[in-house]
């Protein structure tokens, strides 16, 4: 079911008298006024603003107007800070006289990066890494070669100015691999980014001399890949693969070899598979130089040739209510795709956010195998072993009596998992807890989409450019759109589906400021009575850094007459001065203002009138068109008359209608008429069964007693007639005529 906010109500702090206020008061100001509020007072109203949010209410009178509006807006506030972060959680698994690397993530805690420079770099632990605008530290050493030494212990320390920064630190725990017979098996590579269409160098070291090992590249829980590497006498050895479309977007290759004795020795590594050179890149730039004042945009697109693109413009804060927003990214795609990865390992990864839980790139390394045996080896690598072979290193008893296994075969109880601290040596407790990334998101803020209410139903209907067109021979799009005269700042997506290159979507959607530098908001009623005086109301924005002058125009007419209003705005109900002829106003607005006007008049005719009313400045004009329906005085009467043709002798049969409306309204000896003369009218609707297909008003309408004939029913009557409706739609529809 969609997300009502309607039932999750945010907590009425504004009224509740035990929540502490402070109340600031602004006696005058024109257009815009801005105020303060010192973080003494609200420490005074509330000493611990960590996770803590204020509400601020503003509330604007007009005494010109009379008119009172308000604006809400939410504070949340969060203890700032920086933390480190092991790629690929805190457990992993070391081999002896073999390569470790690791990677540290610095991340701010809204999951930001860590801002780089010059003098952020710690000198008191054994290794100082100097933190780039990458934010990812990778560490390398090489593993003792002691037998005694059964796990590793890294710590990571952000130091700013040489000063430890508090509660930055994060721990990783690595086991060693357990091999009876202290044989071990490392694959590496030296190729940083792997792309579809290049070759990827794998080395392979091993500490025991054999003749060959065997290797197979998985992916998505098929193979994709086999083949036997003859080692040649050597204990190491540099081979390459050619990387395809079917390794994306994580494969992962195996080595293994087999003892004389029968002990399986294996490794294995998790890559991620960069799709660029193959996929369908968009890119979008919007030509605004074509027409100045801002009506128009033209879009150029580039993509793949013959490629079907979609576009979609969306408001701003809509692409903000629900993270990571209404548009496709590409960290969707990648979400979407690893999850049919889900039962193996993948490589590192990092999601680095613009904003709170709003998720901007993800980033991608290579990992290490995070098998402790053969077992768990082969496992990792989504493949199943089937052997009489003893490929378990640890013996599984703790099952037995409800408990959870450590890697290194301790035992712990289920409430210790994902509890947030390292019970088990080797650190397998905290593994898969599926953590927020972010520090911000574990606090209970308010969401967006709350903050916004109740204007993010307006945000909701902000929306244009809803195109779809095949590319050109060149690959290159290009079309003219319309964009919808509102304040709004508008955020572009496409994505493109070609047969050759497949599904491509924009990486960085184009942010487009759409607020027109000058326009003009009319809102007129759209049913109004003959002779109802009318005031048009005509709200003109200048959103230009220098004051205008702007002419609006009530546009001449032969449907209705403006009002002239006598001295000291008064003026007559019954017989107000009326004048024909096109009427200006002219008004002037300083850089950022607004102007609200009314333009009276009134309708001298019936039935439908066009209203047009212009705004004119230096650098552009908006026009207004809108249709009114003028009724006449009264209660109007409906009248229905059937009649049955038949199409057989229709050529030879004249209908002949019988029209309940007398020809005469006058009544003789009467002051009162019978109807106003002129006010009648028909509407003829022919059906081709006795109710007709269901869509005779359009399919977003339904037909009830109100539209099909007039007449306003209780509840009961109204659900019965819909019902019959229903039987006779589709009694007709079964007759095959639809």
Not at 33 to 56: K, M, R
Not at 364 to 384: K, R, V
Not at 709 to 720: F, H, L, V, W, Y
Request: hydrophobic share 35%; charged share 20%.
């Amino acid at each position: 079911m969609p997300y009502d906010p309607r039932g999750h109500p945010l907590p009425d702090a504004e009224f509740d008298r035990t929540t502490p206020s402070y109340t600031t008061k602004i006696n005058d100001f024109n257009g815009v006024a801005g105020f303060f509020i010192p973080i003494s007072v609200i420490h005074t109203l509330l000493p611990d603003l960590d996770g803590n949010e204020i509400l601020i209410t503003a509330v604007v009178h007009d005494p010109w107007w009379n008119e009172t509006n308000n604006g809400t807006t939410v504070i949340s506030f969060y203890r700032p800070g920086t933390r480190l972060r092991f790629l690929g959680g805190p457990s992993m698994v070391f081999k002896p006289r073999m390569l470790f690397t690791t990677y540290v993530a610095a991340t701010n805690d809204d999951g930001t990066k860590y801002s780089p420079g010059p003098d952020r770099s710690q000198t008191q632990a054994p290794v100082d890494y100097m933190i780039d605008s990458s934010g990812i530290i990778r560490h390398r050493f090489l593993t003792p070669a002691d037998p005694t030494v059964t796990f590793i212990r890294l710590r990571a320390e952000l130091y700013d100015r040489n000063i430890k920064v508090q509660g930055s630190e994060d721990e990783q725990r690595a086991i060693r691999y357990l091999s009876p017979s202290n044989s071990y098996l490392q694959v590496t590579s030296s190729t940083e980014t792997p792309r579809v269409g290049d070759f990827m160098l794998f080395r392979v070291n091993i500490t025991q001399y054999v003749d060959f090992v065997y290797y197979h590249i998985t992916s998505a829980g098929k193979l994709i890949f086999t083949n036997i590497l003859p080692m040649d006498g050597s204990r190491q050895k540099t081979f390459d693969i050619g990387i395809s479309r079917q390794m994306a977007p994580s494969a992962h290759i195996l080595v293994y070899y087999v003892r004389y004795d029968g002990e399986i020795v294996a490794d294995s590594m998790n890559f991620h598979v960069d799709t660029s050179s193959v996929t369908n890149h968009v890119n979008i730039t919007v030509n605004r130089r074509k027409d100045f004042t801002g009506n128009t945009i033209e879009i150029l697109a580039y993509t793949s040739p013959q490629s079907y693109v979609a576009f979609a413009g969306l408001g701003l804060v809509q692409t903000r209510l629900f993270p990571p927003g209404n548009h496709i990214s590409s960290v969707m795609i990648y979400d979407e795709l690893y999850s049919f990865d889900r039962y193996s390992t993948t490589s590192f990864q990092h999601t680095w956010y613009s904003d709170i839980n709003i998720a901007s790139n993800r980033v991608f390394f290579s990992s290490q195998s995070y098998g402790y045996d053969a077992g768990s080896t082969f496992n990792s690598t989504g493949m199943q072993i089937f052997t009489d072979v003893n490929i378990k290193a640890i013996p599984t008893t703790c099952n037995r009596y409800g408990l959870f296994q450590c890697t290194d075969g301790s035992c712990y109880p289920s409430q210790l998992k994902c509890n947030g601290i390292l019970d088990c040596r080797d650190g397998s407790d905290e593994v898969n807890c599926n953590i927020n990334i972010t520090t911000v998101s574990q606090y209970k803020f308010t969401p967006l989409y709350l903050r916004l209410w109740p204007y993010w139903e307006r945000e909701l209907q902000l929306d244009f450019m809803w195109h779809q067109q095949f590319a050109y021979p060149d690959g290159r799009v290009q079309f003219r759109t319309t964009v919808p005269n509102t304040i709004a700042t508008w955020v572009i997506t496409a994505l493109a589906v070609s047969r050759l290159t497949g599904f491509g979507v924009v990486n960085v959607p184009y942010i487009y400021e759409g607020t027109r530098q000058f326009f003009i908001k009319v809102e007129v009623p759209p049913i109004i009575r003959l002779g109802e005086q009318i005031g048009a109301r005509v709200d003109v924005f200048n959103f230009q850094t220098y004051r205008i002058e702007a002419l609006i125009i009530l546009h001449a007419s032969d449907n209705y007459r403006y009002v002239n209003i006598d001295r000291n705005g008064v003026v007559s109900s019954f017989a107000p001065k009326l004048t024909d002829g096109d009427h200006h106003v002219l008004v002037t607005l300083y850089p950022n203002e607004v102007r609200r006007l009314y333009l009276p008049f009134v309708a001298i005719v019936a039935g439908e009138v066009e209203v047009m009313i212009e705004g004119i400045t230096g650098v552009s004009r908006d026009f207004f068109r809108e249709v009114i329906k003028v009724n006449y005085e009264g209660v109007r009467n409906f009248y229905h008359t059937p009649t049955v043709l038949s199409l057989n002798n229709l050529p030879r049969q004249v209908n002949e209608y019988d029209i309940t409306v007398p020809q005469h309204f006058i009544l003789p000896i009467a002051n009162t008429w019978d109807y106003v003369h002129g006010s009648a009218t028909c509407e003829i609707f022919i059906s081709g069964d006795v109710a007709g297909p269901y869509f005779l008003l359009g399919y977003d309408e339904w037909l009830n007693t109100d539209n099909l004939i007039q007449r306003t029913t209780a509840p009961s009557d109204s659900g019965i007639f819909d019902f019959a409706m229903m039987i006779y739609n589709l009694r007709y529809m079964l007759q095959g005529k639809y």
